[in-house]
Structure formats: structure tokens, C-alpha cells
């Protein structure tokens, strides 16, 4: 397959702190790539270099000839009062030389993004969150691209919208580089694994596969590089106890042996670097009370200001226990379905649908 781009020695920075260095990976055609990573690792930053749209403090970014990228934004803006067309003919390249190509093509994109619901005419503003997503979405594949970059495209979606994303990625011919937490989307749709973290030897680990295959792999290599760190502690011990006994470098032997003293000072520092472990404690303290009640909402009616309505009537009582899933189409509001029975009783829906029911 052809590599459509490559990193070399990546590093950036955000004044004094530093997000990663010394990436280096390369993309090919067809691939799925999902990058993840603990927050603040710097995955958006690492795909806005991918968009050409800043650059790194050091390294090489290389494209393909003539490489088309598109970039979907986890929170996309939109020119004010602009029509879902006029949105999608912003990312056309035939927008001024073809213009009735250009027409055709986003005609296209809106049947096939099922926007054509709405109208091209109608207004991007007025649509839901996830909605806005798919015309941000079509604004980049009118463009065509060679490699689709999305971060967090799941967002806001119902679960028809990722369904139907799943499967139009799974069947696309372009490669794409997903940043998402959507551990169910990156099993269906990646076939190979970028996970940013310094932990990891170049602050980078790949692995070809689905997110399971990674899973394992991941777990494997902690474990091998956790037992390296220790064999070399025993070992850096022996070597600073001889060094501690005035060993000095007379001969050749003894020069090679400090030098490599040293270097396995400096590894088993590195290794206990990238092992640590940082996570947080949270603790919450009861009053003792155990309300039966948390939350209580009755009638509850929401319409837009042109006076369509989203919901109405609806009563929830939430008592403690309660775990609460807000599901349903794009914007219709989200309809509230409770997935757990409280221990304190069942919780009071009404003014729902039907698939609401308990």
C-alpha cells in the first residue's frame, strides 16, 4: 500500500510543557487508524499538524503528491445564516470552475448524509448538535479526500447516527484517523491502533489490529517493559556497588564497564519513567440522610423559539441508585430511559414514548 504521510521526529510544546517527542509513524492507504491517548497527550494538536494547520517545533511532516486531507473538528463552526448547500459547496474544489458539478456532487452528499429531511435550503443554525455534525462531515467529503481526519465524531450523535458512521467508514475507500473514546466504535471501525502516551518507547505505540487485538498487545508489552525495569535495577546495583568501591578507569576493560554502568543508570531512570503510574483519588462523604428523592421534574415542555415543539409533559423522579440514559433521534429532544431500577423504587416516567416504558 502507499504511504499517504509520514512524521519524523515529531515534538511540540505549549510553552514550558512539553505534550510529546520524537514521534515517528506514516500512514497508508486504506488504513482506519484510531489515535488515543490520555488527555492532554496532544492528539487533536498531532491532527491539526496532519491538517496542515500548524506546525511542529521539530521534526518532518511528509505528504503524498497531491494529497487530499479532510479534517472534521470535533466542534465544527459554520458561516452565520449559511443553508446546509451553501455549506457543504464551501469544501467543493469545484465550486468556481464547475459550479453545476459542484451542485451535483453536494445534492449528493445531502442524500446521502440523509439531510435531504431538512431541505438544502434550511438553516444549519436550526439544526441539532449532531445534525450539524453530518453537514460538517459532508462539507469535507464533497472534497474528496485521500485522508479524512475526525476527532471525536461521535459526538452528538444518537445511536442510528454512529450506526450508520460505523458502517460508511468500514466502507469507505479513503483512510481516516479517528480520534474518539468510543471504545464499541473503535472495535467495529479501526484496524489499526495509534496510542499516544510517554510510556511508550518514542512516546508512540502501533499496533495492527482491531481495539481487542491492541488490548492484548498493550497489556503484554507493560508487562515485559515493568521486567525489564526490574532486571536492570538488580543489575544497576551491582554496578553501583562496584563503582562505589573506587573502581577507576585504568584499562580499556574498566572504562567499557563504567560507560556502560552509566548508560544503565540513565535507562532504569527512563524505564521508571514511562512505568509510573499517575492516577487520582476522589472521595465523596455521605451527610447520612438518604433522601428518597434527588431530583423531581413534572410537566416538563420544551419548544424552539419559532414555537416547535420537542417535548412535553413530562414527569421523572430520580431517587438514589437511579442510572439514567438519555436516548432518541436527532433532535427530538432525547427521550429518557431509565436502565437500572433504583433500590428505593422504580422511578416515574410519563410523557414519554413508548420506548421509554419500563
Known amino acids: ?185 473503535l472495535q467495529k471501525v479501526a484496524n489499526r491502533i495509534l496510542e499516544l502516551d510517554p510510556r511508550h518507547t518514542g512516546g508512540i505505540l502501533s499496533v495492527r489490529g482491531d481495539y481487542a487485538t491492541y488490548l492484548d498487545t498493550r497489556e503484554r508489552l507493560m508487562d515485559a517493559q515493568e521486567r525489564r525495569e526490574t532486571i536492570l535495577k538488580n543489575t544497576m546495583r551491582r554496578e553501583v556497588e562496584w563503582l562505589r568501591q573506587g573502581a577507576k578507569a585504568r584499562t580499556t576493560k574498566q572504562q567499557a564497564r563504567i560507560q556502560r554502568a552509566e548508560s544503565l543508570i540513565d535507562e532504569v531512570k527512563g524505564l521508571e519513567v514511562r512505568n509510573q503510574v499517575k492516577t487520582a483519588r476522589l472521595e465523596f462523604e455521605s451527610s447520612g440522610r438518604a433522601p428518597r428523592k434527588l431530583l423531581e421534574a413534572k410537566g416538563l415542555s420544551k419548544q424552539f423559539k419559532d414555537g416547535s415543539p420537542l417535548f412535553s409533559g413530562i414527569d421523572l423522579v430520580l431517587s438514589p441508585g437511579s442510572r439514567v440514559g438519555i436516548l432518541g433521534l436527532l433532535g427530538a429532544g432525547e427521550i429518557l430511559v431509565p436502565n437500572r431500577i433504583p433500590k428505593h423504587g422504580r422511578p416515574e416516567v410519563r410523557g414519554l414514548s413508548s420506548a421509554a416504558s419500563i
Open 1 to 185: 500500500m502507499a504511504i499517504l504521510a509520514t512524521a519524523h521526529e515529531l515534538s511540540h510544546a505549549f510553552g514550558a510543557r512539553r505534550l510529546f517527542s520524537g514521534l515517528t509513524f506514516s500512514l497508508e492507504e486504506g488504513e482506519r487508524v484510531a489515535l488515543i491517548g490520555p488527555n492532554g497527550a496532544g492528539k487533536s494538536t498531532l491532527i491539526k499538524m496532519l491538517a496542515r494547520e500548524i506546525e511542529p517545533d521539530s521534526g518532518t511532516l511528509s505528504f503524498s503528491r497531491g494529497l487530499r486531507v479532510g479534517h472534521l473538528r470535533q466542534v465544527p463552526s459554520f458561516a452565520d445564516g449559511a443553508s446546509v448547500l451553501e455549506t457543504l459547496l464551501e469544501g467543493s474544489p469545484d465550486r468556481d470552475a464547475d459550479p453545476s458539478a459542484a451542485h451535483l456532487a453536494a445534492y449528493e452528499w445531502i442524500s446521502r448524509l440523509e439531510l435531504d429531511a431538512f431541505g438544502p435550503e434550511h438553516p444549519v443554525a436550526r439544526l441539532s448538535g449532531g445534525w450539524k455534525k453530518r453537514v460538517a462531515l459532508g462539507r469535507e467529503l464533497i472534497g474528496r479526500p485521500d485522508l479524512m481526519l475526525l476527532d471525536e465524531p461521535t459526538n452528538h450523535l444518537d445511536i442510528e447516527g454512529i450506526e450508520w458512521l460505523e458502517r460508511f467508514l468500514s466502507r469507505s475507500s479513503f483512510a481516516c484517523l479517528t480520534i474518539t473514546h468510543d471504545r464499541a466504535f
